[in-house]
Each structure stands twice: as C-alpha cells, then as structure tokens.
C-alpha cells in the first residue's frame, strides 16, 4: 500500500487550507507567537530573580555592650536608607529636584567595618582583635571630645570633633545558629573592661597588642533568617554612620592593616561629589604559593568564573582583575547609588555592587592587598561555582532586559 494512501482524508483538507492562508497572514502569526514566547520568558525571569524580603523590625535594631559591662536592650539602628527612601518619593512627586534624592545623612564616625557572620564563633575573635587593634590605633580619639554626646567618654555615640577619628562594627550574624552572638559581645565586654584585654590572635597578628575599645563601638545586629552574605553585607551598609564604610569578611582572610591603601585610593580618585569605590584585590598574588596551593579544581573553576565575570559584566567591572575579595571601601557620598539597588543575596553580590558602581559612574580601583587562606571556609567549591555562575547570568539579563531598575 501507499503511504500516502495511509493519511487521512481530514489531514489532507487541513494541509490544503494551510496551503491557502496568504504570507502576511503567516507573518502575523510568527510575530504575535514569538511576541507571546518573549513575554512568557519574561514572566519566567521575574519569577526566578532574586527579590531581597524587607527586613523585619527585629533587625533594624542591635545590641552593645554598655560601659557597665552588661548587655544593652535592643536599640534602634539609625538608617540613612530610609531617609533616602523618603527623598525619593518626595523626588517623584517633584517635591524635591531628583537630584536631591541622592543626599546622605551626615556620617557620625570616620570608618564603619560591616562583618557579615554566618557560624563564626570558631574565627570571628581572631579577625576582630586585628581589626579593632588598626581602627582604634588610626581613628580612635585618643581625647577628641564628641559634638553630639552628652558623655564625652562615648565617643561611638556621636559626631566627632574630629572628622577623621572615630569608628564602629556592624557585626550582622546571618542566621547564625551557633554563639557567633555570643563571641562577639564576649569580645567586646573584654576589650572595655579587662586590664589588659585578652588578645586572641587572628591570621595575620603573630603579636597582637592589647586593645581597649569605647563602650558601644561594636553593635550586633542579629538576622532572623539566613539570607546570605550579599543580604548581610548589604543590611549592615543601610546603617552605617561612616565618612568611610568596608566590609570584611568574619575568616580575617584580608590583611586589615592594609585599610588604609584603600582608604588613599578613594581619595586620590573620588569624583566632585565624594564618590569613589575602594576594591581590594588578591589578583597580584596569582602564582604566589597561597594561590599554587589551592587544588586544581579550585584554580579551574577560579579561571573559568573570571572569564565569564569578563564576558557578562559590563565594561569597566569587567576590567577588574579580582571582583570577589570579600575587603571594599565605600564612600558615604556613594552609598545612596548602590546599596538601595540591591538584589544579589549570594555570593555574587560584589559584581552587583560594581556594576551599580559603573553605571552611576563612581571611580573604582582596585588596590592590591594582602590575604591568606583561612581553614573553615563555608563555600563550596563546585556548588557555589556553579550558583555564581547561574546568579552572575541571571544579574546581567535581570538589569539589561529591565526586571532591575534603579526606579
């Protein structure tokens, strides 16, 4: 038999009435579906980026340690983002040129170290003894007298005499499940009223020296979820009271003391306005024994996540030799153009940072700094390769196909 003797009678009619639709008919039809695929996809992609939760009113509060020694009740955090949300809806009901919108509240000490902390009880001491030992040898007070606080003796609490003394951390525990909390209150208890305070030591001070702090200048600001290290970094930058605002990872990974190449960086290149974007940067020690060390895979997947950082970001960040160091200098000024901006939660959120950077057109440089691997790392080397991967490609496609816009 046939084949064709096999079809249907029915088909043959439909074939002969497709047959005769005309061309243009065709045409409309090609549009109106790929139209309709297009607006699938889009629903698609808003439905899989990410989409930061607001935060609860438990954490836009903290807990210090006061000058007694005991545990403070929850305190509100004062919140410069905020205020910039209120300027922006006066700015679009042109109750305030748009520009304006961009303004800050002024900063209350010179540098605000966040530290975002998921389960750090075992490390987090160590990097906090060599961090508190530089910010209190180069911005401590040493005597200056504060503007706004009553108690001269707590100089966390106000502006300073001097602007460029005064400091704080914003230890932001993610979620934490073990005594992150707890370590990092024990630390700051022992550091006011110990004679001398404990020095425990971190990666990189052999001989730390005893380091008394100012009641107050480390707050503890505890998420009720985990949401990730850009979440973390990101909640804490919303409150900082700095001229200066870094954020370090809780390992002490980074070198601290090298703080200040950042901070000269920024001032050699800030714009008019104040805005520049310190990026610290480990891509100077690629063939250093620190980098040989790591296992082949690792150094794989590290090539291959900057080569694609090289073909998914945008000019300038793509120019960055080394994006993911977890050690950036913001100025205040260049806060309100990044941080309200915000939508990686993961570990890809440094790249989002800079490419908010690039667009508001902030100067960015990248300054070389020192850094060691740290034992206890949380990242998975193959999972989170391949997240980032995913998070990196989502980024690019949510801000240049609109789902993410700055208004």
């Known amino acids: 038999m046939d084949s064709a003797d096999s079809i249907p009678e029915a088909a043959w009619s439909m074939l002969d009435m497709l047959a005769q639709v005309p061309a243009w008919a065709w045409a409309i039809i090609g549009i109106v579906a790929a139209f309709g695929i297009i607006v699938l996809l889009y629903i698609l992609l808003c439905l899989i980026v990410s989409t930061p939760r607001a935060p609860r009113q438990s954490e836009k509060q903290y807990i210090t340690i006061e000058a007694s020694g005991a545990a403070s009740p929850a305190q509100p955090l004062p919140c410069w983002y905020d205020n910039h949300v209120a300027l922006k809806e006066m700015a ?42 530089y910010l209190e040898e180069q911005y401590g007070h040493h005597g200056t007298k504060s503007k706004s606080s009553s108690n001269g003796s707590l100089q966390a609490s106000g502006r300073q005499g001097d602007p460029r003394r005064g400091w704080e951390i914003i230890l932001v525990s993610d979620g934490s499940k073990d005594k992150t909390v707890e370590t990092a209150l024990h630390f700051a208890k022992t550091h ?9 030591k971190g990666p990189w001070n052999g001989s730390p020296k005893p380091t008394v702090i100012q009641p107050g200048t480390i707050r503890v600001v505890q998420l009720e979820q985990n949401r990730g290290k850009g979440g973390a970094v990101t909640h804490g930058m919303r409150h900082a009271r700095g001229s200066y605002v870094v954020f370090a990872d809780a390992d002490g990974a980074s070198k601290f003391s090298d703080l200040g190449k950042l901070v000269t960086g920024c001032e050699k290149n800030k714009d008019k306005e104040g805005r520049a974007v310190g990026v610290g940067s480990r891509a100077h020690m690629v063939g250093t024994e620190a980098v040989v060390k790591r296992s082949i895979l690792r150094n794989t997947l590290m090539r291959a996540f900057h080569l694609l950082i090289w073909t998914l970001t945008t000019h300038r960040t793509s120019l960055i030799r080394d994006t993911q160091c977890g050690f950036k200098l913001f100025t205040r000024p260049s806060l309100p153009y990044i941080i309200p901006y915000m939508h990686s939660e993961g570990w890809i959120f440094d790249v989002e940072m800079l490419m908010l950077a690039e667009s508001a057109d902030i100067p960015m440089v990248e300054v070389p700094i020192g850094w060691k691997e740290v034992k206890g790392s949380k990242l998975n080397v193959i999972k989170d390769s391949l997240g980032m991967a995913f998070g990196l490609a989502l980024l690019r496609i949510g801000w240049g196909v609109g789902v993410y816009r700055r208004d």
């Open 92 to 133: 679009r009901q042109k109750q305030i040129p748009a520009e304006e919108a961009f303004q800050i509240t002024d900063a209350e000490v010179f540098m605000s170290l966040v530290v975002p902390a998921y389960n750090e009880e075992e490390r987090l001491s160590g990097m906090l003894e060599e961090a508190v030992e």
């Open 192 to 200: 006011q009223l110990s004679k001398p305070p404990p020095t425990p």
